[in-house]
C-alpha cells in the first residue's frame, strides 16, 4: 500500500470535473470574475477515466466528483458510467450545489452514482440568495428531494458556517435533517483558496456547533467513519439521525489524512490548502505509459509531508498566522 511521509495511504480520490458554478457563494466565490480554464485543457471523460484506474492501482477505493459545480458539466452520467464501471472502486459519490439536481439525477443514479452531498447553508430564501448569489433555494430543495426518490442513500447536506452570516440557522438545519432524514454535516469556516478573505472573526468553532445542537437534541459521539473521514460525527440520543462537524481549523485532521485531488485540468493536488499541483494531464498528452504515470504519482505521494491545518493551528496559538501570506490554489479550480 502507497504511503506518505507520515505513513498515511491514499484511499480516497477527489475529481473535479470543471472550474464553473453557476453560483458565487460568498465563501468559495466571492469574486464575479474569474481567469477560467480554456476548455481544451480540461481533461476528457477517458483521460480522467484512466487517471482513477490508475489512482485505484496506488490504493484509492473511493472517488468524489467535484467542482466548480459538477452539473454544468455536460453529459456528466457517461464519465460516471465509465468510472463506476472501474474493478476496485467501492464508493462513487458526489458534491453539488443541487440546483440542476432536478433534472439529472435520475440518469446520474442509473449511471452508478451511489450519494450525493448538496450544499445548503440556510433555508431561508432570501439569505440563501445572498449567500450564493445566484441561487435559489426552492429549486435545490426540489433537487434534494428528487435524488430521495431516486433512492440515492445516503444524502447528505453540506453547511459552511460562518459568523454573522448564518450561524443561527443551524437550529432550523438540523430540525430540517431530523424531519426528513437527511444527514447533515457543518463544516467550520476555512482558509480556502485567497479570495474569501478569512479571519477567525468569522470562525464559528465545532464546540460552539455542537452545544448548540445538543442544547436542544443531545448528541452522542460516533467518531470518524473509518478512522479517517474529514467529519466527526455524533448520533442523537433519541435515534432521529445524525449529524457531522468538519473542523479543520480548530481540530485538525492532518495525521489520518487519505484524501488526493485532481483538478478540471489535470493537476495532482495533495492538499486542499496547497499552492501548487503536479501536472499529469501533460503526461497524458505527451503519450506516457500508465507504469511512468504511476512512478510520478507514487514519487509525489511518498515524499507528502502536508499538515496545513495543524501548522495554522499552531501559528492561530502563537498569533503568528496571517492568511494573505499563505498563498493557495482557488477553492473554484481545486473543488472540494
Known sequence: MLKDAYHRAIKDLRISVTDRCNFRCIYCMPQDEYEWIEKKEILTFEEITRLARLFIRLGVDEVRLTGGEPLVRRNLEVLIAQLSALEGLRDLSLTTNGSLLTEKVEALTKAGLKRINVSIDTLDPEKFKRITKRGDLSTVLEGLFAAKRCGLDPIKINAVIERGVNEEDIPILVEFSREHGFPIRFIEYMDVGNANNWTTEKL????????????????????????????????????RGEIGVIASVTEPFCSSCTRVRLTADGKFVTCLFSQVGHDLKRLLRTGASDEEILEVVGGVWKKRQDRYSDERLEALRAFKYDPKQNKKIEMITLGG
Open 204 to 239: 464559528v468553532p465545532k464546540k460552539e456547533i455542537i452545544e448548540l445542537v445538543s442544547a436542544r437534541y443531545p448528541l452522542r459521539e460516533i467518531g470518524r467513519e473509518n478512522g479517517s473521514a474529514p467529519s466527526v460525527d455524533y448520533e442523537f440520543v433519541d435515534g
